[in-house]
């Protein structure tokens, strides 16, 4: 019997960063956003898909180097905002923040206070997360709330004390 000569099987191109951050660049462009790799298929590129573009930075396959991320590289190229690799985060600084947002605001922030003046990339639900969790250099076990009415005296509304009708009373009378 005769042995059939196998036909080569289709090899996807070599890849280079220019022509990746090319593609990044073009999907930044008509999206407002960096590629990730569920961005889905690549415009301008023949079957290629965005989720082959980080494993193969990763383990350097198709002719990269390998170790980086897609998320390294668009935030070392681009100045792309990258999760992982934010500030470390101190209690100081927090506080700083705070300060700050009562002095514009007259309130101490909360968790839902929304993105931090100072710090823009990152939001006040971030900061609460962090504490409580412990990641960017934070021990963790901690809230925003927390740390407020310790170090500013800041009191949590629903932890208020109940008024009575005679303190009401007393007040109204003075």
């Not at 935030?75 to 600084?93: D, I, M, S, V």
């Not at 705070?98 to 922030?109: F, I, S, V």
Request: with cysteine; proline share 7%.
């Amino acid at each position: 019997m005769r042995k059939r000569k196998k036909k080569p099987c289709w090899q996807p191109p070599p890849l280079t960063v220019p022509m990746i951050l090319n593609w990044a660049d073009a999907h930044f462009e008509r999206t407002g956003n960096w590629p990730f790799r569920r961005s889905g298929k690549i415009i301008g590129a023949i079957a290629e898909k965005w989720v082959n573009v980080p494993a193969n930075l990763r383990r350097g396959g198709r002719g990269l180097p390998g170790g980086i991320t897609l998320a390294q590289l668009l935030e070392r190229e681009r100045g792309a905002f990258n999760k992982k690799h934010q500030p470390k985060l101190t209690h100081k600084k927090i506080l700083a923040w705070a300060d700050a947002h009562y002095e514009r605001t007259g309130d101490w922030p909360v968790q839902l206070s929304g993105k931090i003046s100072e710090s823009p990339r990152t939001t006040w639900a971030a900061v609460n997360v962090a504490l409580m969790a412990g990641t960017r250099g934070l021990p963790g076990g901690d809230t925003l709330a927390a740390l407020l009415t310790r170090r500013r005296r800041a009191r949590k509304k629903r932890n208020l004390p109940r008024l009575t009708r005679d303190q009401v009373l007393k007040w109204a009378d003075a």
